[in-house]
Structures are given as C-alpha cells and as structure tokens.
C-alpha cells in the first residue's frame, strides 16, 4: 500500500487531528485517511431531500421568495 510523509504540519493542525483521532478511538494515521477520503469524495444529493431541506429553512428564516421584481429592484438600488 502507498505511503505519504507529510512535512511542516502546524502545530495547531496536528493537535486538532490528534484530539480528533483520540475522540473516534482512530490512530492519528486513520484519522487523516478517514478525512481525506470524506474530502475527495463526491457526495450524491438528492434532489427532493435538498428542496425539503431548502423549504424547512426558508419557514424558519422568513424571508420573501426570491422574485424578478426583488432583483430589478435591487438593480436600480445599485446593488450587483
């Protein structure tokens, strides 16, 4: 299996790293594979799981629907 040697760690990093590993019962080795594969690979949405998540927070948040008329609007107020 391949091996990575990775140099000039900040210190910080590597404690957070090493509270994490300790946390989830991994070695310091198994905790940066854990996070370096759940960075790299791509997660699948679901569509319908994604606008439910988007209509709950859109009730809680109050604001007015996204509309043409509120982005001219903003337009001629300057705004990009």
């Known amino acids: 299996m391949p091996a990575i040697t990775i ?29 370096l594969q759940r960075s790299l690979t791509p997660s699948a949405t679901d569509p319908d799981e994604l606008l439910s998540r988007i209509e709950q927070l859109h009730s809680v948040i109050s604001i007015p629907p996204l509309t043409e008329e509120l982005l001219e609007q903003a337009r001629r107020q300057g705004r990009p």
């Open 7 to 35: 140099k000039n760690i900040p210190p910080l990093l590597y404690e957070r790293i090493k509270k994490n590993a300790a946390l989830n019962y991994r070695s310091i080795n198994n905790e940066i594979i854990y996070w």
